[in-house]
């Protein structure tokens, strides 16, 4: 299965675990796959793709709230503060928000929480989308000495992975008092949508597509996979290149804006930032390094297990969902270049995890997004607790 996922091309791994995998494949493929599959002696269920397109349509719901998009040029300046109640901004968290009603939202927390919170950017995407952040602490004039970094929505499909990280901004905000001590001397940095490009095309174009938007002279395939990106073993394992790939990890190390902008922020504030966590879906999964190969054990392999177990345990306490946690190179497959082997190896950010968020699919009924959000959040305050450690 990691072989095909490297080498077929036309072949889209949605899951791929040691037990199971889902996957995609073309009508025209279909009997040779199956065939392959046969001799392999792997048993497996068939269903047509446009019948579970139907089942995520009546699974989604949208806002009933209109949500401007942002007219300044930049995009970044903070906007008016919305008088939103708590139960229309909780409204938020039932559907899946497009591109510029996340900014808006991002936008409105900064206005309305402005000796709490700011709203940047970290750069442009490969389309000219603002890839946006919020800075959240005690007092945002002050340079904190502990970063907790969080990142989601590497690729594009995985929509639950934004909702989650708003709605941590949204619940430390609301809650300032209660999250005091969490916060001392702590900036808590989120990043909520990396791929803007990846995540506007899932919802205009396909619902499924993983990659950026590159696109290549000459070339009918586009995308790079931003989560085989990073320079720490670069192209190693589990990594292809070949354009068409789901798991192209592009021309060179840190080669894509989306990247950069991410690698750039770190590597400035290197000595600050002590928690880098970068959110995906699905798997119900805590990975932390190494992924690139198996049997290669960073040295502080007691910490990092045991803050990933911690996490794991108060997810588990909203309604019992379980995690796994380990290396994604000794649970799964090997695959190099991802945000959490560079952010531990290259820089030495002490706390690096990547979270694969639980679903049996990409998209999670809108129903369950804020169960998702809030036993997400139980595990973020968490990792987040660990940071006052360094």
């Given amino acids: 299965m990691v072989d095909l996922q490297t080498n077929d091309a036309e072949l889209d791994f949605w899951l791929l675990t040691r037990n199971s995998s889902v996957l995609t494949v073309s009508p025209r493929r279909k009997a040779q796959f199956e065939t392959r599959l046969s001799n392999l002696g792997v048993s497996y269920q068939m269903q047509p793709l446009m019948e579970l397109m139907a089942a995520l349509q009546a699974n989604s719901s949208f806002a009933e709230e209109e949500y401007e998009e942002c007219q300044q040029e930049d995009c970044v300046e903070a906007e008016q503060p919305r008088r939103r109640s708590r139960r229309q901004a909780r409204g938020f968290f039932s559907h899946y928000p497009r591109y510029h009603e996340v900014l808006s939202f991002m936008s409105g927390l900064a206005a309305r929480y402005p000796q709490y919170c700011r709203y940047e950017s970290l750069g442009r995407s490969n389309e000219g989308r603002h890839i946006a952040a919020l800075s959240i602490s005690l007092n945002s004039r002050v340079r904190h000495r502990r970063v907790?970094?969080?990142?989601?929505?590497?690729?594009?499909?995985?929509?639950?992975?934004?909702?989650?990280?708003?709605?941590?901004?949204?619940e430390l905000l609301s809650n300032l008092r209660a999250f005091q001590r969490v916060l001392q001397d702590v900036e808590v940095f989120l990043v909520p949508l990396v791929n803007p490009d990846g995540y506007e095309y899932t919802h205009t174009s396909d619902r499924f597509w993983r990659k950026n938007r590159h696109r290549y002279a000459g070339h009918a395939c586009s995308g790079v996979d931003i989560n085989r990106n990073f320079g720490n073993h670069w192209n190693y394992q589990g990594a292809s290149q070949n354009l068409c790939s789901e798991v192209y990890s592009g021309t060179a190390p840190n080669s894509e804006p989306e990247t950069s902008a991410v690698v750039r922020y770190l590597e400035f504030n290197r000595h600050r930032v002590k928690l880098s966590l970068d959110v995906h879906s699905f798997g119900k999964f805590i990975f932390y390094p190494y992924g690139y190969a198996k049997n290669t054990v960073p040295p502080t392999v007691g910490t990092l297990r045991s803050v990933a177990l911690r996490a794991a345990n108060q997810i588990g306490k909203y309604r019992g969902t379980r995690y796994t946690t380990g290396t994604s190179a000794s649970i799964l497959y090997e695959a190099s270049g991802s945000l959490d082997d560079y952010a531990y190896g290259n820089l030495g950010i002490p706390l690096s995890y990547t979270l694969e968020l639980p679903g049996d699919e990409f998209h999670v009924p809108a129903h369950d997004i804020i169960h998702v959000c809030k036993e997400t959040f139980a595990g973020f305050i968490e990792f987040i607790r660990h940071v006052s450690l360094y």
């Fill in 148 to 170: 907790a970094y969080i990142q989601a929505a590497a690729h594009g499909r995985e929509w639950i992975t934004t909702q989650t990280v708003l709605y941590l901004a949204y």
